[in-house]
């Protein structure tokens, strides 16, 4: 069995040892086909992923050559394997999991299922939320890597991660734990710097501990970005996150969490 890993640096690991993929284009083609594993990959999205617009004059054997290539580094280090990991079809390729983890699919699934599922008990969801956040690494693949199919893949996944950390403080909000978020949310709102939800949840989180200046001051820095990138005005959520502030509407207070039942 193997640990395929996509949530910051592109990784495989067999029996929790790092295994080597070497070469942009083996990195490459094994992130445009675990991004759609279980599913035809046409030949010509392959190449145009591996080469862009300047593929060589035997573009299909090149390919080939890859992903031959790899899949006897995946057999070498997963000899007892019985089932092909790599189908090739006359259209295209796809890569079967047939057991091997994802951490990409594991993240979405935790995901997903707090989404279908929202609990009255708001610990439940922290807890799994943050354990499915313990999954990334850094940026999807590591950065920038491949054409279109493996960036529109990064672009996926990161509206994933922002999702899962706008509903973990959500519920931490709910709780009352304004004060233990405050260094987590203030680092997020630098780096996610156009994420108005977690702007307004960091400017609720403050001023919960009672620091209406910080909170108005995040603010202003998220209106001057906007404005800077974009040319456009906060949205009417989170200028009306500021009047409250300004007003010191009761609704920025916490609402008691519900009890979870004991029957």
């Known amino acids: 069995m193997l640990t395929y890993r996509i949530l910051g640096p592109i990784e495989i690991q067999a029996g929790g040892?790092?295994?080597?993929?070497?070469g942009t284009f083996q990195r490459t083609l094994l992130a445009a086909l675990l991004v759609n594993h279980d599913r035809l990959v046409l030949t010509e999205s392959l190449i145009g992923e591996l080469w862009e617009h300047n593929p060589p004059r035997n573009a299909e054997n090149a390919l080939q050559a890859h992903i031959s290539r790899l899949r006897?580094?995946?057999?070498?280090?997963?000899?007892?394997?019985?089932s092909p990991r790599f189908l090739s079809m006359p259209s295209?390729?796809?890569?079967?999991?047939?057991?091997?983890a994802f951490d990409a699919d594991v993240f979405t699934h935790a995901?997903?299922?707090?989404?279908?599922?929202?609990?009255?008990?708001?610990?439940?969801?922290?807890?799994?939320?943050?354990?499915?956040?313990?999954?990334?690494?850094?940026?999807?693949?590591?950065?920038?890597?491949?054409?279109?199919?493996?960036?529109?893949?990064?672009?996926?996944?990161?509206?994933?991660?922002?999702?899962a950390l706008e509903r973990l403080y959500?519920?931490?909000?709910?709780?009352?734990?304004?004060?233990e978020i405050v260094a987590e949310l203030s680092e997020l709102v630098e780096s996610e710097s156009l994420n108005e939800r977690l702007c307004q949840q960091l400017m609720v989180a403050l001023y919960r501990c009672g620091r209406q200046r910080d909170a108005l001051a995040v603010y202003q820095r998220m209106r001057a970005r906007l404005m800077d990138e974009l040319g456009v005005e906060p949205s009417p959520v989170l200028q009306?996150?500021?009047?409250?502030?300004?007003?010191?509407?009761?609704?920025?207070?916490?609402?008691?969490a519900p009890v979870p039942s004991l029957t």
Not at 113 to 132: F, H, Q, Y
């Open 170 to 179: 959500e519920a931490e909000l709910m709780i009352g734990r304004h004060n």
């Open 111 to 163: 995901l997903l299922d707090v989404r279908a599922n929202p609990s009255n008990n708001p610990l439940e969801m922290i807890g799994k939320l943050r354990t499915a956040l313990t999954l990334w690494r850094g940026p999807t693949f590591g950065g920038t890597l491949g054409g279109f199919i493996c960036q529109a893949a990064a672009v996926r996944y990161k509206e994933y991660r922002a999702a």
């Open 72 to 82: 006897r580094r995946l057999r070498g280090v997963d000899p007892a394997r019985k």
């Open 240 to 256: 009306k996150c500021q009047m409250a502030i300004l007003a010191h509407d009761a609704v920025l207070q916490p609402r008691p």
């Open 17 to 22: 040892e790092p295994v080597e993929i070497s």
């Open 92 to 100: 295209g390729y796809r890569l079967c999991l047939n057991g091997d």
